[in-house]
């Protein structure tokens, strides 16, 4: 890699981090409920407000997946505000997923002259996933360039220090999403398989099988402990529980790169340019591949894609009965893997180079983009967040969000393409203990805090499609008789009189009304706080 290419990736690096830092909140679907579920497990290890939060709360201590985010958080929350955590939190994100990138693709590029193409990873760090919120997913990406680049390092050359980082990476990524610890068992097994393939056409067939057989037995001692804990969360959950049906719009969408867009359509132009020039590179990686059939030792990479674009394919969205969203998930392995095959097939030069400057360009063009978009629901938040002031301390509080999208003060959608306000109002839960009841988090099952059953206004609350549709559908006094709990405060987001056409929303209105008084509406009028009438 030359000095033009680590410039590149640096300043790359450096315009992910000013799209975290820019804003007044980074803010995605999900993570306000990542950190006011950290501050919650944060105060109970610190004793704090514990007899408060243990009505409504139990921490669980299972070793489940999904458990990264949550912990590290809660950990910096020791030092620094919930904001900040999460900003601190990203920014480790960034640099480990450009870092761990960035050693695999030099490790595996066809090293014959000066390569830009490490840079074409900076495509893929901010994707729809990460604007959803889904941050312990978005950071196994990372830690899944960090497992098979150890694992080809130690199947070159063994020693103690290897085999920790081995093992050590392989807990991380379990601990952080299982379909990217699914996909890393697969693809260290197939770099394994295709090592033996390329030894024994050239060392010959018997030194090769004995090394393939010895790699064989070490990585399953490195993934063993953990299988045994998948086997055992699949089985808590019920089993796969899925049917294989094609699903061959997908491919569509990976031409799109319909999952590299993150806040508006604007970005839809070149996320497919981005996704078509990738895959026009990868045809012609094919071609060389076909051209040339000696064996590599990288062909594992290719046996990897061949596995996740199966997945992505054929998989259904919903199993473990779970939504588990694979087409959103998938389709970024399906094209990092690509990016992975291309690193060691095609050689180095112009066109390889040209390809990678190319999405460097569209990564620079959708990261402006996004950059106007957080910059506007920073300050949207912070209207949101206003209401705190008249919020008292161990409140209950339900919100409704009735533009997921979001507007800003005059009126526009800020995010067309997503829905980033969702749980916006869990950032008022940093400051002063309050329970916010549109924390689905504690409803998953799977994360460390979760809802008890007597006081979860997903069991007890929630009636049709529930407090997170457009048009919410609650039973507030239900919930009071069958939990115990009053609800204290009632905030509304881009509310309108145009929400009344539905019948049982404006039935609910009106109950609002004759049980909460308006205590509190923002400068812009988007933000609207009642209070129960004591």
Known sequence: MNKYAK???????????????LPAYYLTGDGPSHIYNAQIVHDMWCHKNTAFYEHYYTMSYSPNPNWLTTIAIALLLFVVNGVIAEKIFLSVYVVFYLTGANQLLKKISNNEGPSYWPVAILLFVFSYVLSKGFYNYSFSIGVFFWVIYCWLEFMEKRSVWKAFLCLFFTGFIFFTHLLSFGFA??????????????????????????????????????????????????????????????????????VQFKYGVNVTHKEDYFALAAGTGLLLLFCVALVKFKKYRAINKYDGFLLSFLFVLFVYLFFP????????????????????????????????????????????????????????????????????????????PYSVVLPFDFVPSGKDQNGFLIADANWPFTHVSQYMGMKEPLIVLDNYEANMGFFPLQWNQETNPYYHLNTGEGMEAHRPFV??????????????????????????GDA???????????????????????????????
């Open 7 to 21: 410039l590149l990736l640096l300043a790359g690096c450096a315009l992910c981090l000013l799209q975290i830092w």
């Open 185 to 254: 068992a697969f693809t260290c097994a197939a770099l394994a398989f295709s090592y033996a393939l390329a030894a024994g056409a050239s060392d010959g067939w018997r030194k090769a099988m004995g090394t393939f057989i010895k790699n064989t037995v070490l990585l399953t001692l490195f993934f063993l402990p953990f299988l045994f804990l998948m086997n055992w969360f699949t089985e808590k959950k019920g089993g796969m529980q899925m049917e294989l049906t094609p699903h061959l719009y997908r491919l569509v969408e990976l």
């Open 317 to 392: 969205d919903s199993f473990l009965g779970m939504l588990v969203l694979i087409t959103i998930r998938v389709q970024l392995y399906v094209l990092i893997l690509i990016v992975c095959c291309i690193a060691y097939i095609v050689p180095e030069g112009k066109l390889k180079n040209a390809g990678a400057l190319f999405l460097f360009t569209c990564f620079v063009v959708l990261s402006a983009m996004r950059l106007q978009c957080q910059v506007r629901e920073g300050s949207a938040v912070a209207d949101i967040v206003s209401a705190e002031l008249y919020i008292k």
């Open 475 to 500: 039973d507030i006094d239900r919930y009071k008789k069958e939990s115990g709990v009053t609800i204290d405060y009632i905030l509304m987001w881009c509310y309108d009189q145009s929400f009344l």
């Open 504 to 534: 049982d929303f404006k039935k609910l209105y009106e109950n609002i009304n004759a049980g909460y008084h308006l205590v509190y509406t923002s400068p812009t009028g988007r933000t609207i706080l009642y209070e129960k009438n004591r």
